[in-house]
């Protein structure tokens, strides 16, 4: 593959709009504080601005965080049972004992049929689809595209609003680049 896809990927978007006036596509890492930081920011624009804004996830674990990979594919389990932002926001919650041995206590908080979920993650079918965001190419995370405009770090609310808000109206945005 050539070229970086900043595409919606495959997991649904958080309030399930998929029409949006604006799409933000995050690539991120469970383990990464900078990634869990944005999180909350972005939860709020998107309950805030309803079916204008639909924010999507993309896998992204780095290499450096030990148990990432295996919190992205608990993730993709978790979306094979329609979980996945729960368990997204579970993993952010417990973001410092993301261990293996602690996933399926994860998933419970998440609310998964817990044979299904040890089912997929033995199986390893969540692997391809991790493996499909991390041949983006990225440097590093968070990165994020607000209607194909490149964006990188933690933010807060008031100043992701400030780069979402000028996309809702068609202007150009500063302090990206396309893609």
Known sequence: RTGLEVGPGSYPPRSGETDPDVAVVVFADFECDYCRKLAAPLA??????GERVAVYFRDFPLGIH????????????AQAQGRFWAMHDVLYAHQKDLAEARLHDHAREAGLDLSEFARCLDS??????????????LKGVPAYYINGRSHSGARSTDSLRSLIEPALVGE???GGEAP
Not at 124 to 137: Q, S
């Open 44 to 49: 709020e624009l998107d309950e805030e601005y």
């Open 172 to 174: 150009t945005l500063k």
């Open 124 to 137: 390893g079918r969540a692997r391809p689809a991790i493996e499909f965001d991390r041949e983006a190419g």
């Open 66 to 77: 030990p148990d990432a990979y295996g919190a992205h594919e608990a993730a993709r389990c």
